[in-house]
């Protein structure tokens, strides 16, 4: 893909789908990429209602499951994605960012036995993942995002860094805190900025799995598996999260050839990548 006058192109020089929002307009001092979740029921629905101007909200791209872009705005003008945020000084992040918004159901609830979201429709347990929001006490049910949906949005994030020289990828809950829980903990945020940003300096501890070993919907043997466990023998992890010794993972390598797997695993059973190098 490219950028052709803050437009984006498939290689083909073809245009990615394009429908204008009307809430935003004028230049932006682009300095930040800032990723959402949607929380609506369909890429289509959340497209029609931020060009809708009774939304008074916008967003330069929405991604869907399927990895399918629709940009609703030049990447040179404001999208009204942000709100009332702040970040290193700068206030109305509106005016410094672009916003990439993620179809993605994001907080889930349990009822019945059943996980629901807000506007009623119910998730299967594979497709949601449990755990604790860092400005949250408790944990909840959160929708998880797809392989497809990861990989376009690493892609187009890469390049609208090195298009704009953007300083950093945030989610809305870093700019927003307390006020925003988006894009949640099933967003693998800290990989996700690394590989869009290609920082070395800043590359997370990797550790893997000591045997096979099943990855939990929460953390403890009470919380069902999830699809595609169990993970097998040094696979490749990153950790997010901690819950004593249970660990809130983002798994590096394919499983089933399946990406993307996020869940809890017993800390007992992995260890620092380079202590397993080093022992031999």
Do not use: C
């Not at 073809?14 to 949607?38: A, C, E, K, M, W």
């Amino acid at each position: 893909m490219k950028i052709k006058n803050h437009r984006l192109y498939r290689d083909d020089d073809s245009p990615y789908p394009y429908q204008r929002s009307p809430n935003g307009g004028g230049t932006i001092d682009t300095r930040y990429l800032v990723i959402h979740f949607t929380a609506g029921g369909s890429a289509e629905q959340s497209v029609t209602w931020l060009s809708n101007p009774l939304a008074q909200a916008s967003a330069h791209l929405v991604i869907g499951r399927d990895g399918k872009i629709t940009q609703l705005m030049p990447f040179n003008q404001k999208a009204w994605h942000a709100g009332s945020s702040s970040w290193n000084g700068l206030t109305s992040l509106n005016s410094h960012s672009i916003g990439i918004e993620l179809d993605n159901a994001g907080l889930l609830k349990k009822s019945q036995g059943k996980w629901k979201s807000w506007f009623g429709r119910t998730y299967p347990d594979d497709e949601v993942l449990v755990a604790r929001h860092r400005y949250r006490l408790e944990e909840s049910g959160w929708h998880t995002y797809t392989p497809e949906q990861l990989e376009v949005a690493l892609e187009v994030s890469a390049l609208l860094v090195r298009k704009y020289d953007l300083r950093d990828v945030l989610g809305h809950d870093d700019i927003s805190p307390f006020r925003k829980v988006d894009p949640g903990p099933a967003f693998p945020m800290s990989s996700f900025r690394s590989r869009v940003m290609g920082r070395v300096e800043d590359e997370p501890d990797i550790y893997e799995t000591i045997t096979a070993l099943n990855i939990r919907q929460g953390p403890g043997i009470t919380y069902p598996s999830i699809e595609n466990s169990p993970l097998p023998a040094k696979t490749r992890l990153e950790i997010l999260d901690t819950n004593q010794i249970w660990k809130f993972v983002d798994v590096l390598d394919p499983v089933n050839k399946v990406s993307g797997l996020q869940g809890w695993l017993h800390g007992n059973f992995i260890r620092l990548k380079e202590e397993a190098h080093a022992n031999g």
